[in-house]
């Protein structure tokens, strides 16, 4: 068979699976970290329940993603997933779905892997969401999510710091309420609302514009010229200042 023949049969079966993000669609990435259970409680020993030199990890390949010739307006990360809000309209690769996966996973592997000095990996998908209001639905539930992991964290690591197996203090803890494990952390001395706010909201990443003064190399006068840099946010808002603030980056 001619090559041209065969390449034009092949192509079929390669492009099978092929999927592209529709038009006019918002679109999100979430990376999460594969086999970080592991990763931090026997490779690396991470302090638990959260330990600020791994979530500084995280934030690390956050900016990378948001640097990475992709147009993302905003990134977010708790635990050992990230989520990353694409521009309205993005366009890159197409917008097929298999190069936004694989890329993805693949940039945020290889940054924070470089960064930590061991192997690391993460999984990607991509969530089309179809309008502002689910795009602020989408970062107001991993913001929820946060909370109740790091409530659920501080509790079950307090238990097992004070002697608990891993089935007793999963046990104390199964089917409990919030306000159950928020009592249980106040009667040894944690108050969860005054834990620092990156443990339970998460951590956001956008750009911001700053002044920059310069030299003009042709008329030699100084100038202030607009640039733009990356802002890590610690302390994020809550609810509708929250979604209100996701908004103002579409
Ligand atoms: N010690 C420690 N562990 C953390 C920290 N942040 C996240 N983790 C751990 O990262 C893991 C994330 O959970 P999952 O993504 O559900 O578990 P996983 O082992 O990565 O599993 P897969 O994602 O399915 O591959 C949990 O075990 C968390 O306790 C931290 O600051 N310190
Ligand atoms: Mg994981």
New binding site residues.
Partial sequence: MKFDDLDKKMRIYEQSLDQILLPEIYMVARL???????L??EICK??????IH??DLMVHTVEHLMDCGFRVVYGFTE??EISLLFAAGENAFGRKVRKYNSTLAAEASAAFSLALGKAATFDCRMVPLPTLERVQDYFLWRQEDAHRNSLN?HCYWMLRKAGKTVQEATKALEGQSVSFKNELLFSKGINFDQLPSWQKRGVGVWKEQYEKEGQNPVTGKSETAVRSRLKVEYELPLGEAYAKQICSFL
Avoid: V
């Fill in positions: 999460d970290g594969r086999g970080f259970t592991r931090t409680k991470f302090e638990a329940p959260f330990d791994f979530r635990s050992d964290a």
